[in-house]
């Protein structure tokens, strides 16, 4: 189904982490890879040109809010998403049934805070309210626009056109994503459907020069995640994500990747959906994830949270006001090169913008550094090492992951 | 009262309108010059690489700002002004008493859009109140901070000690700025306090590498003007600004000029403070200003008010929904370079920052590319064609400086 300019080629192996390489018309990925998230066709505060020059490879878009706005078909009339937002590397889109779903599953149990119940994935819609949002059946999902109200239709063919409209290189099949708290039934009727629209996603999938990765889901639950590993992993996607919930801590989510990864075809590139806290990419990379994308580095960078090596800081804190000292000393973006903490933390108490810029700036370039630095260890067999030196300095943030630090 | 950094040469004369060049202990500006405003110690949305990329030679911070947060004394203890914020070349600060005022008799006389009032010199206050927030008298002004409500006194001589510790390069004396709606006897009574002011601002400024500028005060009427230039022109200041009321028009701005530019020592520099429109900058460098500050630019960016040729288009408009051209077709500017007009509106509608920084990069490259255009065309005796043409192409825009054209 995909043409000369796309692949995945694994150049090293350690245990079941691999280094490998996705070639995209837009450029190579080099693996494991970080894809920072760029929701509504901008990565938030930054320009193409401070993405490359912090070395991303790729970025995520989201289907759910291109759709809605300013649409797909408007993006297409002008080139595709690469030329809108003049981005000229790899670009993935996920399926927008996560935003579509998460929107309407969330308010029916009643949970106010959908970005604790989806943590990373994606942005977080801006005013929930109790009103019902979504309805699921074997065609699609029927959802309320989260901008002016209306009714909308995803469906898998939909989902595979709109991202075909979009012209994304790596895309993704439409699935259902369950949450934590849906029980076993639910969960295994859930993921019984996605494997039905996973077929409807290889049918509807006609350009060959994307990559379509099928989604595994299953929740938490061991016996579900290794049937849809092998029912997914059997068909002929170009690469294999894994979604859905991961459970409630990072043992939960460690276990969803030892059922299902060992089920997958080795020679296909594995995504992780909405994954990529600092400690994540070692515990993952190691049992053999290729990319992940997350909001976290960038949605905490708004909120002031910023990785160190020592751990994450809230600049906020009135500890920073006369530190002289930069984020991170030996930090080579352009942030720690030019500005102390005292100065970035009047940027947030004051709420400049330029304070969102230069924290997003300074976190990405934290975490695909630290990427670079893990396929480096993969190449030449350190990997331990740095894993154990990283968790020695590393404190794990008190907050959950994707909440905010505030 | 300056050292060998500070000087001003007048280079080059044509009628009143002249070429020179301002020397500071951060480097020249050459004149006529436009300082984009940092309020907070940031140009919104802007780093220091961005503001230099653009050829900003000189930028003006408010003192206001600053010595409420983060305060004077800690910025002077971080290596002043310059360091904290990064920016290597000139800086400009006003002496605070422009806010101080604004607020309390904007409040005063009941009129809630104060930035119609005090076009384009400062940020409005974020949140007015109908409370009575300033209180005058010959010692200085009280006035209630519009972070933490605090009381708060600057006086000629804290106004000077606290430009002292930011360590600008060049500085402003205290004055009273009344308004359009002050009649001529609280006018001349306001400005006769200007002037014993600009006497204990002298005495108070020891720095003598802050080139410090006396400011021309008297409202709309005439006999206080030329009163206010003789007396302000006869003291020893630095430089010469002109603030305060303007009139109602670009009229009556033209006609402060030409009542007090003449009456000032013709080898002193000339500010004019919080005017900056690309239409006054032709209007005023033909009667002899030599620099101008202004938020518009940059203000009317996160707006979506983008400069062209022809004039101020609001990139918010359904009918760039689709437009694939940049802002301005031949613009050298990263924005122009690099997106069109529909992805700047997505931006803009979608409410991301990035969108406001674009936009802001795109107005200040504008402004300051046309002010050395001006400069060139002074040298080369083409002033008048450059501005007869530019004003034959510039439509005016309908909406009244320093307002929002939402």
């Given at each position: 189904?995909?043409?000369a300019?796309l692949?995945f080629?694994?150049r090293a192996?350690?245990?079941?982490?691999?280094?490998?390489?996705?070639?995209?018309p837009h450029?190579?990925?080099?693996?494991?890879?970080?894809?920072?998230?760029?929701?509504q066709?901008?990565v938030?505060t930054?320009t193409?040109d401070d993405l490359?020059?912090?070395?991303?490879?790729?970025?995520?878009?989201?289907?759910y809010?291109?759709f809605?706005?300013p649409g797909?078909?408007?993006?297409?009339?002008?080139?595709?998403?690469h030329r809108f937002?003049?981005?000229p590397k790899t670009?993935?889109?996920?399926s927008?049934?996560y935003?579509?779903?998460?929107?309407?599953?969330?308010l029916?149990h009643?949970?106010?805070?959908?970005?604790?119940?989806?943590?990373g994935?994606?942005?977080?819609?801006a005013?929930?309210?109790?009103?019902?949002?979504?309805?699921?059946?074997?065609?699609?999902?029927?959802f309320a626009s989260?901008?002016?109200?209306?009714r909308?239709?995803?469906?898998p063919?939909?989902?595979?056109?709109?991202?075909?409209q979009?012209g994304?290189d790596?895309?993704l099949?439409f699935?259902?994503?369950?949450?934590?708290?849906s029980?076993?039934?639910?969960?295994?009727?859930a993921m019984?459907?996605t494997?039905?629209?996973a077929?409807?996603?290889?049918d509807?999938?006609t350009?060959?020069?994307q990559g379509?990765?099928?989604?595994?889901?299953?929740?938490?639950?061991?016996?579900?995640r290794?049937?849809?590993?092998?029912?997914?992993?059997?068909?002929p996607f170009f690469?294999?994500?894994i979604?859905?919930?991961?459970?409630?801590?990072?043992?939960?989510?460690?276990?969803?990747?030892?059922?299902?990864i060992?089920l997958l075809?080795?020679?296909?590139?594995?995504?992780?959906l909405?994954?990529g806290?600092?400690?994540?990419?070692?515990?993952c990379v190691?049992?053999g994830?290729?990319?992940?994308?997350?909001?976290?580095p960038?949605?905490?960078?708004?909120?002031g949270g910023?990785?160190?090596s020592?751990g994450?800081?809230?600049?906020?804190?009135t500890?920073?006001?006369?530190?002289?000292?930069?984020?991170?000393?030996g930090?080579?973006?352009?942030?720690?090169?030019?500005?102390?903490?005292?100065?970035l933390?009047h940027?947030?108490?004051?709420?400049?913008?330029?304070?969102y810029r230069?924290?997003?700036?300074h976190n990405?370039h934290?975490?695909?550094?630290?990427?670079?630095?893990i396929?480096?260890?993969?190449?030449?067999g350190?990997?331990?090492?740095?894993?154990?030196?990283?968790l020695?300095?590393?404190r794990a943030?008190?907050t959950p992951l994707?909440?905010?630090?505030?």
């Amino acid at each position: 189904m995909t043409d000369a300019t796309l692949g995945f080629e694994i150049r090293a192996q350690l245990g079941a982490a691999r280094v490998g390489r996705i070639s995209t018309p837009h450029g190579d990925v080099d693996t494991p890879a970080f894809f920072p998230v760029g929701t509504q066709a901008t990565v938030k505060t930054l320009t193409p040109d401070d993405l490359l020059s912090i070395g991303t490879q790729g970025i995520l878009a989201n289907t759910y809010h291109l759709f809605l706005r300013p649409g797909a078909e408007l993006i297409e009339r002008l080139g595709g998403l690469h030329r809108f937002m003049a981005w000229p590397k790899t670009i993935m889109t996920d399926s927008g049934g996560y935003q579509a779903f998460s929107l309407g599953l969330a308010l029916e149990h009643g949970v106010g805070k959908i970005a604790k119940m989806f943590p990373g994935s994606a942005e977080a819609p801006a005013r929930p309210t109790r009103k019902r949002l979504a309805r699921i059946d074997e065609v699609g999902v029927e959802f309320a626009s989260h901008l002016d109200g209306s009714r909308q239709l995803l469906t898998p063919e939909i989902s595979i056109r709109v991202q075909q409209q979009l012209g994304a290189d790596l895309i993704l099949a439409f699935d259902e994503c369950t949450s934590p708290l849906s029980d076993y039934d639910y969960t295994r009727a859930a993921m019984e459907r996605t494997h039905r629209w996973a077929n409807r996603c290889l049918d509807a999938w006609t350009s060959t020069h994307q990559g379509l990765y099928g989604i595994v889901q299953g929740g938490a639950y061991p016996d579900l995640r290794e049937q849809s590993a092998r029912f997914i992993g059997g068909l002929p996607f170009f690469g294999m994500a894994i979604g859905g919930s991961l459970g409630r801590s990072k043992d939960d989510m460690h276990h969803v990747l030892e059922w299902t990864i060992p089920l997958l075809p080795p020679e296909k590139p594995r995504h992780l959906l909405g994954i990529g806290e600092p400690t994540d990419l070692f515990s993952c990379v190691e049992r053999g994830i290729d990319s992940f994308d997350c909001v976290a580095p960038t949605r905490l960078a708004r909120h002031g949270g910023l990785y160190t090596s020592t751990g994450r800081l809230n600049i906020r804190r009135t500890e920073y006001r006369e530190d002289v000292s930069p984020i991170e000393a030996g930090c080579g973006c352009y942030t720690c090169r030019t500005f102390s903490r005292a100065y970035l933390r009047h940027l947030f108490v004051a709420e400049e913008i330029l304070g969102y810029r230069l924290a997003t700036l300074h976190n990405l370039h934290f975490i695909l550094t630290l990427m670079a630095h893990i396929r480096q260890s993969i190449l030449d067999g350190s990997f331990a090492d740095l894993k154990r030196d990283f968790l020695a300095r590393y404190r794990a943030p008190a907050t959950p992951l994707g909440a905010s630090p505030a």
